[in-house]
């Protein structure tokens, strides 16, 4: 009888630690959630604007910088750089 007891309380400690776990680690995930989306957005707006450009005889390089700044800062990121393109234009 005695057994059966720390059995359930057992699983009721489990349960307690899953949950207190699940809610640890639900946080960072967000934040890669996050980050996966504005790279995405960063970098097929970054396309479409090389992609459009092309008409116009602009783009903008794609390379390390500014594929961490497109995604990391999304569409303000892109629009970043293109007002930097636009300002440093040789």
């Known amino acids: 009888m005695f057994q059966e007891y720390q059995v359930v309380f057992a699983?009721?400690?489990g349960i307690i630690l899953l949950y207190f776990?699940?809610?640890y680690l639900a946080d960072p995930m967000k934040i890669v959630v996050r980050l996966i989306f504005n790279t995405v957005l960063g970098t097929v707006s970054l396309l479409g604007i090389n992609l459009?450009?092309?008409l116009f005889n602009y783009h903008?390089?794609?390379n390390p910088v500014t594929a961490l700044i497109?995604?990391?800062?999304g569409i303000?990121?892109?629009l970043?750089?293109?007002?930097?393109?636009?300002?440093y234009q040789i």
């Open 70 to 73: 497109s995604g990391i800062l």
């Open 60 to 62: 903008i390089a794609l």
């Open 76 to 78: 303000p990121g892109v």
């Open 21 to 23: 776990l699940g809610r």
């Open 11 to 13: 699983y009721i400690i």
């Open 52 to 54: 459009a450009g092309s």
């Open 80 to 87: 970043l750089l293109v007002v930097l393109k636009q300002v």
